[in-house]
C-alpha cells in the first residue's frame, strides 16, 4: 500500500499556474507509475497525465501542451505544472500510483487538492 497527500491546491485567475506536489511512502516510488486525475462538480473523475518509472510521459488532449508532469525520485515526489489555465480545469485534482512500473490505470488515491480557476 502506498500513501499519497497533494499540496499545492488553490485558486487563480485563468491564464494563471499552479504546481501540485505528490509526497508518496509506502512504496519502492522509483518503480512506481504515478499520474494524477482529476474530478470536477458533477462530472466524473478524468485521467490528467502520467509518468512511468522511466519518466515517460502521457497527457489527456484537454492538457497536452499546457501541462507537465514530472519526477524526483530522491523526494518520493511527483508534479504537476499546470500552465494557461482554464476555468474548465477546476476540480479537485488527485494524485494517484499505479500497480506497476508503467502506468495501467490508479490503484491507490490521494485525498485530493482543490484548483479553482475564475475567469
Known amino acids: 500500500q502506498v500513501q499519497l497527500v497533494e499540496s499545492g491546491g488553490g485558486l487563480v485567475q485563468a491564464g494563471g499556474s499552479l504546481r501540485l506536489s505528490c509526497a508518496a511512502s509506502g512504496r519502492t516510488f522509483s518503480s512506481t507509475a504515478m499520474g494524477w486525475v482529476r474530478q470536477a462538480p458533477g462530472k466524473e473523475r478524468e485521467f490528467v497525465a502520467a509518468i512511468s518509472w522511466s519518466g515517460g510521459v502521457t497527457y489527456s488532449n484537454s492538457v497536452k501542451g499546457r501541462f507537465t508532469i514530472s519526477r524526483d525520485n530522491g523526494k518520493n515526489t511527483v508534479y504537476l505544472q499546470m500552465n494557461s489555465l482554464k476555468p474548465e480545469d477546476t476540480a479537485v485534482y488527485y494524485c494517484?500510483?499505479?500497480?506497476?512500473?508503467?502506468?495501467?490505470?490508479?490503484?491507490?488515491w490521494g485525498r485530493g487538492t482543490q484548483v479553482t480557476v475564475s475567469s
Open positions: 494517484a500510483a499505479s500497480g506497476g512500473s508503467t502506468w495501467r490505470g490508479p490503484d491507490s
